[in-house]
């Protein structure tokens, strides 16, 4: 993890502490990175009848695990992480992705 995901990483693991009612100590980071979201959306369906602006949107993504579970945290450019329970991949580093 590169030190500019901490604070991000930090703020995801207290919301799924708090969510869980556990200790984030008990929560493993599997994924901490800088990505190029597909739109607006940053990964994450659109709410029922609603849509995304399709541009390309910097951001990143947070993978936490507990136990079994894999929750997926989400954020863009300068917005707090938020869990995602459908999460979609970012694009690619070849195909215009961060890298």
């Given at each position: 993890?590169t030190p500019?995901?901490?604070?991000?990483?930090?703020?995801?693991?207290?919301?799924?502490?708090?969510?869980?009612?556990?200790?984030?100590?008990?929560?493993?980071?599997?994924?901490?990175?800088?990505?190029?979201?597909?739109?607006?959306?940053?990964?994450?369906?659109?709410?029922?009848?609603?849509?995304?602006?399709?541009?390309?949107?910097?951001?990143?993504?947070?993978?936490?695990?507990?136990g079994k579970?894999?929750?997926?945290?989400?954020?863009?450019?300068?917005?707090?992480?938020?869990?995602?329970?459908?999460?979609k991949d970012?694009?690619?580093?070849?195909?215009?992705?961060?890298?």
């Amino acid at each position: 993890m590169t030190p500019d995901m901490k604070p991000i990483v930090d703020k995801a693991l207290a919301h799924l502490s708090e969510k869980l009612g556990v200790a984030a100590s008990e929560i493993q980071v599997a994924l901490a990175e800088r990505v190029m979201w597909r739109n607006s959306g940053l990964g994450c369906p659109p709410p029922e009848g609603g849509f995304f602006a399709m541009v390309l949107t910097k951001g990143s993504r947070v993978h936490l695990v507990h136990g079994k579970n894999r929750y997926a945290y989400h954020a863009g450019p300068d917005d707090d992480p938020f869990y995602c329970e459908h999460p979609k991949d970012p694009l690619p580093p070849n195909e215009g992705g961060l890298q």
